[in-house]
């Protein structure tokens, strides 16, 4: 059946390949670049940003140089609709959540292709913001809202498409080097070194090669982490040759290795990632068919008080799609994807393997009216353990004048049990403390989780001024999570007694949530030297089974940056971010409600020469943290320095 369904995606590639073969196949070159530098491609359209119905957000290469960051994360919380969430369990870690949906509720795409999603596989791990090297990006792509009509499973909250540098042109590269010192009370230092080259070797070859190196020290006390030691190391290659005007293969690589570890252990991972990926796409007038295969491998070990082992991961996906504008007023997009997973976990005297098929079949259609865009579309899963799901979207997009948009959407997005949770042999038997034994059962009777995602947005773009507002809810159905099934007490004789708890558990459909809210994004040209970018989200969320606010979902987050350019090829980057009230549960299962807290950064660079920059910053200038025990640890104030020579 797998290879059946491979063999259907070659031949929907093929026929449709064969049957607009009489099409115009010349191509103008530069203003093909062009228009597919204004697309926003993750949303399978032929529209610019403004006239897509889904609610949109681009970070581009210059917005990641202004930030510091240290990681993917780092990124995407300065955006609108996207706001951190804890519960890392002792590693200090804390996790991107769109419009305070789950972690997990979020597909990560590289370059469009499904990436692994190891956070359903290894409790609290944030790994999958590591996976590509932040010189390597060109842009990141973010939707907002189900996207299972197109992506299938995991797009339930939304989809970050990471997209790597493939410009045009002759040789360049850039080296950087930055090194960052905290002073302040359990501060961590950072460094960070990465190099890339690219262009064209040829006039039909094109290159590009990144590698990046970061270190951060863990911080922490004799009660525990409170953030995790980092040494990381990724690099990318890309090759894509041109066999003419209106077809090219390419291929892809990225490695990359992680080594996290906690304050004084006993708590390390090593997390080794390797995805590879080969592709053709052809282009008529009114024709373009695409074919890719990616594997994607993260094999992680463990060593820990409660497991020792690994946990391995691996996903081989085949996509054929096409994309035709050959019927009037219409764009249509219709593909086929195959993938199949497979999970293994090693240690403590268990070893277990599982694996799955899956199969996607997508049809999407923009029908353009004039002043109304309409888009429809659906996508069918048809996994080989939970059966067939459907997944529609419908939007809508009024044009009010060239300037004013008033979009209106509805989507409706799915994600299976992972392989692990949704099998009733795995058995996960850990001893957090010595009198203590919990243990967590696989269960083959669970469902998929499913959302439903409904947002009304207005927009405006104007020559000084972009401003967008939206209005959402999503409604979160048959949310897995582990319930209690058994507790066994046993006394340990002595003196005094003790007791020994066996407490077994069972992944279960047991949770329905609903998340409310707004957000706004504007950004506003003062001149040409300085510009302002200012969002808020607000969330209202509740967890319908307790009747409680859903935990680290900050009711209030605020983001305001001032870019400037001055004389002498300074230019400065100001930032404030305000993250308001939210609930967590502590050590003693007790529900608590942390204070708002808002962190200062600042940022100077010079150009020394066209191609040298160096820059200095301070990220946390009012080094702010909180208590002990509240949601999450906060990086103190950092100071830093760095250089970057472009060529």
């Known amino acids: 059946m797998y290879k059946n369904s491979l063999f259907a995606s070659l031949a929907l590639a093929i026929v449709s390949s064969t049957a607009f073969a009489q099409s115009d196949t010349t191509l103008e070159s530069s203003n093909e670049t062009k228009r597919l530098d204004e697309i926003f491609v993750s949303t399978k359209t032929d529209k610019t940003q403004e006239d897509i119905s889904a609610s949109v957000t681009v970070i581009t290469a210059q917005d990641i140089e202004k930030l510091n960051a240290t990681d993917i994360k780092d990124v995407l919380l ?60 060109e842009r990141i792509e973010i939707i907002k809202g189900a996207k299972s009509s197109i992506y299938g499973s995991d797009a339930m909250g939304g989809v970050v498409n990471i997209i790597t540098k493939k410009d045009k042109r002759a040789l360049y590269g850039s080296i950087d080097v930055k090194a960052g010192n905290s002073s302040a009370e359990n501060g961590v230092d950072k460094q960070s070194y990465s190099a890339n080259i690219g262009g064209n070797i040829s006039e039909k070859l094109y290159m590009f090669l990144d590698v990046n190196k970061t270190n951060r020290d863990a911080t922490g006390n004799s009660n525990g982490t409170f953030l995790e030691g980092l040494d990381s190391t990724s690099g990318i290659t890309k090759l894509r040759y041109d066999i003419d005007d209106t077809q090219n293969i390419y291929a892809s690589y990225i490695k990359g290795v992680d080594k996290r570890e906690d304050y004084n252990g006993p708590q390390t991972y090593k997390v080794e990632r390797d995805i590879y990926t080969f592709g053709y796409e052809k282009v008529f007038d009114k024709f373009g068919v695409g074919l890719d295969y990616t594997k994607a491998k993260t094999d992680t070990k463990v060593s820990s008080s409660v497991f020792n082992g690994t946990h391995d991961l691996e996903t081989d996906t085949l996509k054929a799609e096409a994309k035709i504008s050959a019927i009037d007023y219409n764009y249509i997009v219709l593909g086929a994807e ?22 996607n079949y997508y049809i999407q259609d923009e029908i353009d009216l004039g002043d109304f865009i309409f888009t429809l579309g659906a996508n069918l899963d048809d996994n080989d353990k939970y059966g067939t799901q459907w997944s529609p979207n419908a939007g809508t997009v009024y044009k009010i004048d060239d300037k004013q948009r008033l979009k209106l959407n509805y989507s409706e997005g799915f994600k299976a049990p992972t392989l692990k949770q949704g099998d009733g042999g795995y058995v996960f038997n850990e001893r957090p403390i010595p009198i203590m034994n919990v243990i967590i059962l696989g269960n083959d009777d669970l469902k998929p989780e499913t959302s439903k995602s409904y947002e009304l947005a207005y927009e405006f773009y104007g020559e000084d001024t972009t401003f967008k507002a939206a209005l959402f809810r999503t409604d979160l159905k048959d949310m897995i999570e582990t319930r209690n099934i058994s507790t066994q007490r046993t006394v340990i004789p002595g003196f005094p007694p003790k007791i020994s708890i066996v407490s077994t558990n069972q992944y279960s459909n047991i949770e329905k949530a609903n998340i409310k809210g707004f957000e706004t994004d504007l950004k506003y040209d003062f001149n040409e030297n300085h510009t302002l970018n200012a969002n ?45 009230t939210q609930y967590y549960t502590d050590s003693n299962n007790t529900t608590n409600k942390s204070s708002g807290y808002a962190i200062f950064n600042a940022q100077i660079s010079k150009k020394i020469t066209n191609d040298l920059t160096v820059r200095i910053g301070v990220n946390n200038i009012g080094d702010k943290k909180f208590d002990d025990g509240e949601p999450y640890y906060l990086e103190r104030r950092l100071a830093y320095v760095g250089l970057n020579y472009k060529f």
């Open 536 to 580: 808020y989200t607000f969330l209202k969320t509740e967890d319908e089974s307790t009747n409680e606010e859903l935990e680290y979902r900050p009711k209030h987050t605020f983001n305001l940056g001032l870019s400037s350019d001055f004389a002498w090829g300074i230019s400065s980057y100001l930032s404030a971010n305000y993250i308001g």
């Open 78 to 137: 300065k955006s609108a609709g996207m706001v951190e969430i804890g519960g890392a369990m002792g590693n200090g870690g804390t996790f991107v959540s769109i419009r305070g949906t789950r972690e997990t509720d979020t597909l990560f795409l590289i370059d469009g292709k499904r990436a692994n999603n190891t956070a359903g596989y290894i409790e609290s791990s944030n790994f999958q913001y590591n996976m590509v090297p932040l010189d390597a990006i």
């Open 338 to 359: 195959a993938t199949k997973e497979e999970y293994s976990r090693n240690g403590m005297n268990l070893s277990q393997n599982f694996d799955r098929k899956i199969y």
